[in-house]
């Protein structure tokens, strides 16, 4: 069975940092893409990053320069960096892992309030 568990999220105040994680089991985790998705209150579920089998990254205009996703295949473990956090950063954070089939984990609120 296949699950992702993400972790890390809590309230931090604006210009603060938090490291997401998301700890895989039950797949080949070094043979998937995974993503890091979010979603704000009354918004669409919005991708921000992506790192490949292979390491490559990309992301979303809204994130970039900001936050930084990483993984380490033999901790079958991606993370997701998040610094200079502002409010309209408040969402719920999922990750997601996909190859031929498509996972997601249960999410993880990440607030950011004064």
């Known amino acids: 069975q296949v699950q992702l568990v993400e972790s890390g999220g809590g309230l931090v105040q604006p210009g603060g940092s938090l490291r997401l994680s998301c700890a895989a089991s039950g797949l080949r985790f070094s043979t998937y893409t995974m993503a890091w998705y979010r979603q704000a209150p009354g918004e669409q579920r919005e991708l921000i990053a992506v790192?490949?089998?292979?390491?490559?990254?990309t992301y979303s205009d809204s994130v970039k320069g900001r936050f930084t996703i990483s993984r380490v295949n033999n901790k079958n473990t991606v993370y997701l960096q998040m610094n200079s956090l502002q409010p309209e950063d408040t969402a719920v954070y999922y990750c997601n892992g996909a190859r031929d089939d498509v996972y997601w984990g249960q999410g993880t609120q990440v607030t950011v309030s004064s």
């Open positions: 790192i490949t089998s292979g390491g490559r990254t």
